[in-house]
C-alpha cells in the first residue's frame, strides 16, 4: 500500500469516526450530548410552534421539509416543535438572543429558544443534519445546545464596480441564513483603477447602484436597484435572520458622485476624491442621505448604514482635519435617523486632532495601517474584523486572493485576531468577523457565477470561525472538517452551484421549458462547476443569434449573435469557439465546464478549451487575464431549427 492509500485511508476512518460520533454542521455546534436511538427523516409530517413569533421560521422549515404548519401547545412525536422557552427558564438557559437547543429523539424534534431568531438557526442545524445524511434518511437521538461565540458573522459583496442581479442577492441571504451568517454588507458605488482606462478619469467606470430621484442622473445605467427592491429585500433578509448592511463609499471611491456632478471632484487628488475644500460636497451626501434613510417609509429600514471613509489621501494635515469632521458628521447624521453608523478604520492614517467620537460607532477593521487595532480598541470603538490579508476576495486580479487559503483560516483566525494584533476571545469590542468580496478589475470576465464559487467556500470556513472561534487547529480536524463541507452545499433555498440540476432528455425541444419554475422553489436553473453538457446534434442552418439553451444570468449559443460560431454570453460577455455547426451534419458535443474555463469537443476530439487569457490593460503597459467560464443554463431552449438528442448535464 503506498502512502497516498494509506492517507487516503486514515482520512476515511478519520471522517466515519467523527461523524459516527457527532452529526455535524457548519458551523459546528458549541454543546452535544448524545441520546438512544435514531429517527428517519420521513416520520415528521408536520411543524408546529407554540408562539405566534415563530410562525415566519415555521412556515420556512415547512416549506422545505414539504410538510405544513400549525400552532399549538405541544409538540408530537410526528412533529417537528418550535418553542419560545419562558422567560424564567430562558434566563436559565442561558441562550442569549441567538442560541438554541435542539432535542432529537423518537419521542419527536423540538427546537426551543429565546428568540425567533434562535429557532431559526436550530432548524438550519436540523437541515443540514438532513442533508448530509440523505442515504439512510435516519439522524442520529442528540441534545444539542449551541449559541455563537460573536454577535455578527457576515460578508461584504462590492456591488459597486460588478452588478449582482436582485435575485442573487435573494439567493445570497437565503444561503448566508443556512450557515447561520447574520451579516451582509452591500458596497453600493465604486469605479475601477485609472491605468484601465487611458488614465482618463472621464473614460473611467464608475457605478452607483441606486435609484435616486433627487439625482436621477446618478444610477448607473448598467444595472442598478430600484428603492422597492432594496426595501423588500432588506424586509426579506431580516426574516432569515441577515443583516443588510448599505454602504456610500465616500469621500474616496466617490468616482460615480463626480461623474454626476464634476464640481464635486478634487483637482489636487483625483477625481475619485471629493473635493473636501468644496462647501458643496457636505450638502450633496447629506441629501444622499436623506433620500435612502429619511422619511416614514426608509429605503434602508435595517439598524445599520455604512458611510465609507476609505483610503482618502492624507498628503495634507489640513485635508486630514477636514476628512474626520466629515466623518463626525456623517456618523452624527446617521445617528439622528436612528441607526448606528459604520466607518472604514481610517483614523491612524488620517492622523490629526479633531476627535472622532466613538460612542455608539463601529469601524471595519481592515488594515493596521490605516487603524490601529490598539489605539482604536483603547478609544473605545466597536470593532468588524474583516483583515485584508486573511479574508479579502479580489478575483482573478493578481494579489490579496482569488480564492480564500481556508486551511489558513480554519486552523490559524478568529475574529479577534486583526492583522498581527490579537485580542482576548470575545474581547467585548470586537462583535464578530467578516470577509470581503472585491470586484477590483472591471473587465476580467468574472461573472456571478465565478464570484458565488469562491463566496460559497469563504462562507462555510468564516461562519465555523466566528460562531465557534475554537476549532481544533490540527491536520486531522481540518481534513475532516474540509470533507464534511463538501457535503454541503447553497442550503434548501438556493442553487446557485447547479448542484440540482443534472437531467438526462432523450431529446431537447426548442422552445420549451426544461425545468417547470413553477414546480420547484429555485429561481435559476443551471448546472455549475465542473460539469458535463453533452448532446447528440442533426445541424440545421441556423441563423446568427440562435439559442441552444438560456436562463436569468447566461445563454449559449448555437449561433452566437457576431459570428455565427458556438458561444455564450453572461455579465455582459460574449464569448465564442472557433467552431460552427455544418448543416446536415450529425455529430456528439460535449461541454466540460469548471472554474478555470470551458472545453468544447466534437465526436470526442478536443476542439478548443477557452481558458483564462491574457489582454493588455487600457494603458498598454500592465496585463490582467480575461476569465471565460460559464455555468451552464438550463432553465429554457431557443428557437433552434437543429434537431438535438440524447441531452445530458451532469456534475
Known amino acids: 500500500m503506498n502512502r ?73 412525536d410526528t412533529s417537528i416543535f418550535l418553542s419560545l422557552l419562558p422567560q424564567k427558564e430562558a434566563k436559565k438557559a442561558n441562550l442569549g438572543d441567538e442560541g438554541y437547543r435542539l432535542t432529537i429523539s423518537p419521542k419527536g424534534i423540538t427546537i426551543q429558544a429565546t428568540t425567533a431568531k434562535g429557532a431559526l438557526w436550530g432548524t438550519q442545524t436540523l437541515l443540514q443534519m438532513k442533508e448530509s445524511s440523505p442515504i439512510t434518511g435516519e439522524i442520529k437521538g442528540v441534545v444539542i445546545t449551541d449559541k455563537p461565540d460573536y454577535p455578527m458573522r457576515g460578508m461584504m459583496l462590492d456591488v459597486g464596480r460588478k452588478f449582482f442581479p436582485m435575485s442573487y442577492l435573494y439567493s445570497l441571504v437565503n444561503i448566508l441564513s443556512y450557515y447561520k451568517m447574520n451579516t451582509l454588507q452591500l458596497h453600493l458605488n465604486d469605479s475601477g483603477f485609472l491605468d484601465q482606462f487611458h488614465n482618463d478619469w472621464n473614460e473611467a467606470y464608475a457605478a452607483f447602484r441606486m435609484e435616486s430621484d433627487l439625482f436621477p442622473g446618478l444610477t448607473a445605467i448598467d444595472g442598478s436597484y430600484s428603492k422597492q427592491e432594496m426595501r423588500d429585500f432588506i424586509r426579506y433578509a431580516e426574516s432569515m435572520g441577515v443583516e443588510i448592511i448599505p454602504e456610500f463609499d465616500a469621500p474616496a471611491h466617490s468616482l ?125 470603538f466597536e470593532m468588524i474584523s474583516i483583515p485584508d490579508g486573511w479574508v479579502y476576495i479580489v478575483p ?8 480564500l487559503n481556508r486551511k489558513r483560516l480554519y486552523q490559524h483566525w478568529e475574529p479577534a485576531y486583526i492583522g498581527k494584533e490579537h485580542f482576548p476571545h470575545q474581547d467585548p469590542l470586537i462583535k464578530g468577523g467578516m470577509f470581503a468580496v472585491w470586484n477590483d478589475i472591471i473587465k476580467n470576465g468574472i461573472s456571478v457565477g465565478d464570484v458565488h464559487h469562491r463566496a460559497l467556500q469563504a462562507i462555510q470556513v468564516i461562519a465555523e470561525k466566528c460562531w465557534k472561534a475554537d476549532c481544533d487547529s490540527t491536520d486531522a480536524a481540518w481534513e475532516v472538517w474540509q470533507e464534511f463541507s463538501k457535503t454541503l452545499d447553497d442550503g434548501p433555498l438556493a442553487d446557485e452551484l447547479g448542484r440540482k440540476s443534472m437531467i438526462e432528455l432523450s431529446s431537447l425541444k426548442p422552445t420549451a421549458q426544461i425545468f417547470n419554475s413553477q414546480s420547484s422553489i429555485f429561481n435559476i436553473r443551471q448546472i455549475g462547476y465542473p460539469y458535463k453538457v453533452e448532446f447528440t446534434i442533426d445541424w440545421a442552418d441556423e441563423k446568427p443569434g440562435t439559442v441552444l439553451c438560456t436562463s436569468e444570468r447566461s445563454t449559449f449559443y448555437l449561433a452566437d449573435p457576431v459570428k455565427g460560431m458556438l458561444g455564450f454570453s453572461r455579465d455582459g460577455y460574449l464569448f465564442n469557439f472557433w467552431y460552427k455547426g455544418k448543416a446536415g451534419k450529425r455529430e456528439t458535443l460535449r461541454l466540460e465546464g469548471d472554474y478555470q474555463g470551458i472545453s468544447l469537443y466534437a465526436d470526442g476530439k478536443l476542439v478548443e478549451r477557452l481558458n483564462p487569457d491574457v489582454q493588455f490593460k487600457a494603458d498598454g503597459k500592465k496585463t490582467y487575464k480575461i476569465v471565460r467560464t460559464l455555468v451552464f443554463p438550463l432553465q429554457e431552449t431557443g428557437n433552434f431549427r437543429s434537431k438535438i438528442t440524447n441531452f445530458s448535464a451532469t456534475r
Open 4 to 76: 497516498k492509500t494509506i492517507l487516503s485511508a486514515l482520512l476515511f476512518v478519520l471522517c466515519i469516526g467523527r461523524v459516527a460520533a457527532q452529526p455535524l454542521c457548519i458551523p459546528d455546534f458549541q454543546e452535544m450530548k448524545p441520546t438512544e436511538g435514531t429517527v428517519k427523516v420521513s416520520n415528521f409530517t408536520s411543524i408546529t410552534y407554540d408562539n405566534a413569533l415563530l410562525q415566519n421560521v415555521a412556515e420556512y422549515l415547512g416549506k422545505v421539509w414539504g410538510v405544513a404548519t400549525a400552532q399549538q401547545k405541544k409538540g408530537t
Open 256 to 380: 460615480a458622485f463626480t461623474h454626476y456632478r464634476p464640481s464635486l471632484a478634487s483637482e489636487e487628488f483625483g477625481a475619485d476624491h471629493l473635493d473636501l475644500r468644496n462647501p458643496e460636497v457636505i450638502p450633496f451626501l447629506d441629501s444622499l442621505y436623506s433620500e435612502y434613510l429619511g422619511g416614514s417609509d426608509p429605503v434602508f429600514p435595517c439598524p445599520r448604514f455604512h458611510i465609507g471613509t476609505d483610503e482618502y489621501s492624507n498628503k495634507d494635515s489640513a485635508i486630514c482635519e477636514r476628512f474626520r469632521e466629515l466623518i463626525v458628521h456623517l456618523c452624527n447624521t446617521v445617528k439622528s435617523y436612528g441607526k448606528q453608523p459604520v466607518f472604514w478604520g481610517s483614523l491612524t492614517h488620517a492622523k490629526g486632532v479633531t476627535p472622532v467620537p466613538s460612542d455608539g460607532v463601529m469601524m471595519s477593521m481592515w488594515y493596521n495601517g490605516y487603524a490601529d487595532p490598539r489605539e482604536m480598541h483603547k478609544q473605545g
Open 396 to 403: 482573478a486580479a493578481g494579489y490579496y486572493s482569488d480564492y
